[in-house]
């Protein structure tokens, strides 16, 4: 007569509470996605000036990438009083990035608005600080059509080329 017996697995390690980060601090985590080449599409239009702009949304969704490598930020606005004659408040949004290990960059983009007593152009200042502090933190360019234009080896001129009075140069 054999018996068998069988053995218990051996317990479970339990979980270590801190997590292991794959980039250890926040310049580690920035080479790595920036080595990703993010950039920002420009799907925004200034009829104004006839041009293109990455948006906010644009830009979010971009710095959101990130996160793959433990980045994420936040903005607020915040101000200072500066203390010199005249007295007067100084307006500003503040990006900081944090990454997974609790290292953060922080930085200020001042707002700008001709009225700062009109809510629609006070928005519209937040909303241009906010997406050029958030392309700065996080080191995003825009799309830049000579850059793809000089990739593809298509030519873009601007205007009348320089030449002297003989056609050189």
């Known amino acids: 007569m054999t018996t068998s017996t069988t053995k218990a697995p051996p317990p479970k390690a339990k979980s270590d509470p801190k997590p292991k980060f794959q980039y250890h601090t926040i310049e580690e985590a920035l080479i790595a996605f920036h080595k990703t080449k993010p950039t920002a599409v420009k799907s925004g239009s200034n009829p104004h000036f006839r041009s293109k702009y990455a948006t906010l949304e644009e830009v979010i969704a971009t710095a959101e990438t990130a996160a793959e490598f433990g980045l994420t930020f936040t903005q607020l606005i915040d101000f200072e009083i500066v203390p010199l004659e005249p007295r007067s408040i100084v307006e500003f949004v503040k990006t900081i990035v944090m990454h997974e290990s609790g290292d953060r960059i922080t930085a200020r983009t001042l707002i700008k608005a001709k009225d700062q007593s009109n809510p629609q152009q006070m928005g519209s200042g937040i909303t241009y600080a906010k997406r050029y502090g958030l392309q700065s933190a996080f080191g995003i360019p825009s799309e830049d059509d ?24």
């Open 146 to 169: 000579d850059a793809n234009s000089a990739a593809t080896g298509e030519v873009v001129s601007y205007g009348q080329q320089a030449s002297n009075d003989k056609g050189g140069w």
